[in-house]
């Protein structure tokens, strides 16, 4: 199976301040369709995840403008240009080139 | 808008069957392929199954494989999963997820299965 890291597994944000989690895969992840499949989730305490970025960086419908996403091959950066108090929570990134699908293990924002 | 509604969780001992549905709306069902994820209590996701708009294109997590079973009804707008033979490791909440491999872009707010004795 692909083998997903996520670092750091815990980030203490100043609100206001930038964060930015990084997400490496053991394989690269360009599909045969010439597409990467590398998405990013966010999941609130107590809620379902939700998906921010698919395909690496293209932000979903609703998602504000200060979360990105960038990256090739096998790293991947999501970054928060601003953190705001509604950010906390744990993100995770998913690979959906290789089956199964694997997530990385998370990682967990809170304000300093 | 677009719904999921996942049914059929609950407490269920080692060896046990369980049937969990996943009730959709606000979009073309038998357009879209649907997922099953499940997520252990503290534990990241981990993609269970997934089924393509027609119903025979498949595939299983190898932790699943030969116990669950994924299923669609595109006249009723729901998809299940026929779960046997549980293990205490399959306690999780399971999602229904609209899509597949760029992560799915609407959950349901899941339904928690328990197997233990």
């Known amino acids: 199976d692909v083998v997903v890291t996520q670092s750091p597994l815990s980030l203490p944000v100043t609100l206001g301040q930038p964060a930015s989690i990084s997400c490496r895969s053991s394989?690269?992840?360009?599909?045969?369709?010439?597409?990467?499949?590398l998405n990013w989730f966010q999941q609130r305490p107590g809620q379902s995840p939700r998906r921010l970025i698919y395909?690496?960086?293209n932000r979903d419908s609703g998602v504000p403008d200060r979360f990105s996403g960038s990256g090739s091959g096998t790293d991947f950066t999501l970054k928060i240009s601003r953190v705001e108090a509604e950010d906390v929570g744990v993100y995770y990134c998913?690979?959906?080139?290789?089956?199964?699908?694997?997530f990385g293990q998370g990682t967990k924002v809170e304000i300093k | 808008q677009v719904q999921l509604v996942e049914s059929g969780g609950g407490l269920i001992k080692p060896g046990g069957s369980l049937r969990l549905s996943c009730a959709a709306s606000?979009?073309?069902?038998?357009?879209?392929?649907m997922s099953w994820i499940r997520q252990a209590p503290g534990k990241g996701p981990e993609w269970v199954s997934y089924?393509?708009?027609?119903?025979?294109?498949?595939n299983y997590a190898d932790s699943v494989k030969g116990r669950f079973t994924i299923s669609r009804d595109n006249a009723k707008k729901s998809v299940d999963l026929q779960m046997n033979s549980l293990r205490a490791e399959d306690t999780a909440v399971y999602y229904c997820?609209?899509?597949?491999?760029?992560?799915?872009?609407?959950w349901g707010q899941g339904t928690l299965v328990t197997v233990s004795s």
């Open positions: 997820a609209r899509g597949t491999r760029s992560g799915g872009d609407f």
């Open positions: 606000g979009f073309t069902f038998s357009d879209r392929y």
């Open positions: 089924i393509g708009g027609g119903g025979t294109d498949v």
């Open positions: 394989q690269g992840l360009v599909y045969s369709d010439g597409n990467t499949y």
């Open positions: 395909q690496v960086s």
């Open positions: 998913m690979q959906g080139t290789h089956w199964p699908w694997t």
